[in-house]
């Protein structure tokens, strides 16, 4: 029987299967599968080494895999039959389509906030700058700094710079957002201002997946929630699960050490 559009499932926005990285001996990611929903934000968690920005890395084929594929809306993003000169164009489209957010803000230090938010649609892109520069103010509305247009990333704080790095992130308009870790190099109370952010866009519907040791985010935002530990997905369960119930030993033991 064909399904209804009621019971047919939604395909994935991504999907990884049997994802693989290595660095010489060392394997960082042993078999990886994940699907993400479109919409949908899956927070990672996991300890350090675990694998989890290393996977990240090479969704955006920062890092390129071992061995596996991933698909962005059921297109291969990691094919590697093609010649090197295509391959290099592929990836850069990818990357147009799946944004990324590290730690470090990477701001251009020479440009003012707008400059930096307008930088990859005109060069990249190749957009009129006057639709450019309208987007780029309506996007530092959303992370509450229309009033920094004019700054340098010298004259913001950690907090600031992060949020200026997520617009600047936005204005490719990407299908998926990735956050590696993003609050990790801030000041405690400079971290609000940026998970409240994120929340938004989640509100809003971004397909999006964060590594993350913030557990309270991981709760209040998360669809899902996957624990990773030695290159794997240990447990992969709704936030509610996760914390009041894991069923894995090992995420038992490392939820126990990082809710004290």
């Known amino acids: 029987m064909t399904p209804t559009s009621s019971t047919r499932p939604i395909d994935p926005m991504l999907e990884i299967r049997s994802l693989q990285k290595s660095y010489g001996q060392l394997n960082v990611l042993n078999g990886v599968d994940l699907k993400v929903a479109?919409?949908?934000?899956?927070?990672?968690?996991?300890?350090?080494?675990?694998?989890?920005?290393?996977?990240?890395?090479?969704?955006?084929?920062?890092?390129?895999?071992?061995?596996?594929?991933?698909y962005l809306e059921g297109e291969l993003i990691n094919d590697t039959g093609r010649s090197r000169k295509d391959f290099e164009k592929h990836i850069n489209h990818i990357r147009c389509q799946v944004?990324?957010?590290?730690q470090q803000f990477n701001l251009f230090?020479?440009?003012?906030?707008?400059?930096?938010?307008?930088e990859a649609p005109l060069l990249v892109l190749k957009k009129d700058k006057t639709t450019v520069r309208d987007n780029a103010l309506e996007l530092l509305g959303k992370v509450g700094l229309s009033d920094k247009t004019s700054a340098y990333p010298s004259m913001l704080s950690g907090g600031?710079?992060?949020?200026?790095?997520?617009?600047?992130?936005l204005a490719m308009e990407?299908?998926?957002?990735?956050?590696?870790?993003?609050?990790?190099?801030?000041?405690?109370?400079?971290?609000g201002d940026v998970l409240r952010v994120m929340e938004d866009l989640a509100r809003d519907g971004m397909t999006m997946l964060v590594v993350t040791h913030e557990m309270g985010f991981a709760e209040k935002?998360?669809?899902?929630?996957?624990?990773?530990?030695?290159?794997?997905?240990?447990?992969?369960?709704?936030?509610?699960?996760?914390?009041?119930?894991?069923?894995e030993r090992r995420t038992r033991q490392f939820l126990k050490?990082?809710?004290?």
Do not use: W, Y
């Open 38 to 70: 479109p919409r949908e934000v899956l927070v990672i968690i996991g300890p350090s080494g675990s694998g989890k920005s290393t996977l990240l890395r090479c969704i955006n084929h920062l890092e390129e895999p071992t061995g596996g594929q991933i």
């Open 99 to 102: 944004g990324m957010v590290f």
């Open 109 to 118: 230090p020479h440009m003012t906030v707008l400059e930096n938010v307008m």
């Open 160 to 169: 600031q710079q992060q949020r200026v790095a997520i617009a600047r992130a």
């Open 174 to 191: 990407p299908k998926v957002m990735l956050f590696d870790e993003v609050t990790s190099a801030l000041d405690p109370e400079l971290v």
């Open 221 to 247: 935002v998360g669809d899902r929630v996957i624990f990773m530990a030695d290159g794997v997905v240990v447990e992969d369960a709704s936030p509610q699960a996760m914390f009041s119930n894991p069923q």
């Open 257 to 260: 050490e990082v809710l004290k």
